[in-house]
């Protein structure tokens, strides 16, 4: 028999209970107004900031919300939004400042959180949100 060596692992336990499944990953939207919404965890994650900066990167097609103190220089405010939590920053200048035009309420799919700790949003990973009051306007054929 092999002599086999084992290597201590740091291990981490995989919380439950804490939150409902479908709200535990990163959550975050953009309606045609330009106001960003995202979920409770989502805004946890970030560290709970009172503010963000809005970034774009226009070769990729992403934005990045960088958490600042709401005294930065081009900082956004984040409000609350709605009953359970969620948060929303309005920024329609976004859709004047950068050729962004969301047909309507667009849910940001695989959202991440890069290592120095921004939530990069990729305009091209998009899809039309189901669960966004917006879809009530809709004809049914």
């Known amino acids: 028999m092999r002599n086999e060596r084992f290597i201590d692992r740091t291990w981490e336990v995989l919380p439950r209970g804490d939150v409902a499944p479908h709200w535990s990953g990163l959550y975050v939207t953009m309606n045609r107004a330009g106001s960003i919404v995202m979920s409770r965890v989502t805004h946890e994650r970030l560290d709970q900031p009172e503010a963000v900066r809005i970034l774009f ?3 990729h097609g992403r934005l990045a919300l960088e958490p600042v103190k709401p005294d930065a220089q081009n900082a956004y405010p984040i409000r609350k939004y709605g009953r359970r939590g969620g948060k929303i920053v309005r920024a329609y200048r976004i859709l004047t400042e950068f050729p962004i ?3 309507d309420t667009v849910e ?3 959202v991440k959180i890069d290592a120095e700790g921004k939530l990069i949003l990729n305009l091209r990973d998009i899809r039309i949100s189901p669960k966004a009051h ?3 306007r809709l004809k049914k054929d």
């Open 101 to 103: 035009t969301p047909p």
């Open 57 to 59: 990167d226009p070769v």
């Open 134 to 136: 917006s879809q009530c």
């Open 108 to 110: 940001f799919l695989n």
